[in-house]
């Protein structure tokens, strides 16, 4: 199995490895691994009556590194049960990783939760760099589609009866975004 999180990766140096592990079936997708329902080829793999045809008791399946087939340590671990019930192991050639044996099987867990920690590192740079950001003053998000000014004429020709529909169709927005302006200058008056 394999996978490349971005249109920029390429999936090619993972397929020679695979190819020279003496891989028979490649599974290849370039999707994120952070949602696996995501991951059409990751389910293809999965599923029973396709695992069935692929791989049977005694198999080994293969990853180029342990990132390409879970991105947490629960999801790992549910994948290495699965394969476990299925008398299927494990072998991760970047990162030597055989759980054939049980050395190899304490290795495969102790470098998932580091992969694991490691993008909560991540995550957590990511929100501190927003954070930052926020208190510089940069917005994020859509820009608003109505200044303030726009929503207090809005909510003054709506007061002299002008429809939600009607204005709606004058400003050239939803009948919700009209709502909203009346409710945002209603509670400032």
Known sequence: MLRASTSSQSLENQIEQLKAAGCEKIFSEK?????????????????????????REGDVLFVTKLDRLARSVIDLHKFAKYLEDKEVDLKVLNQNI?????AGRLL?????????????LINERVKEGIAAAKAKGIKFGRSA?????????????????????????????????????????????
Do not use: C
């Open 31 to 55: 999707r994120s691994g952070k949602n696996a329902t995501d991951r059409k080829e990751f389910r293809t793999m999965k599923e029973f009556r396709t695992m069935k045809e692929y791989v």
């Open 98 to 102: 055989d759980t054939t044996s049980p």
């Open 108 to 120: 495969f867990t102790m470098l998932g939760a580091i992969a694991e920690f490691e993008r909560d």
């Open 145 to 189: 589609i109505l200044s303030y000014k726009d929503k207090k004429v809005i909510y003054k020709q709506h007061q002299k009866g002008k429809s939600v529909i009607w204005l709606s169709n004058f400003f050239h927005v939803a009948r919700n975004t009209i709502y909203r302006a009346i409710k945002d200058v209603a509670k400032k008056e």
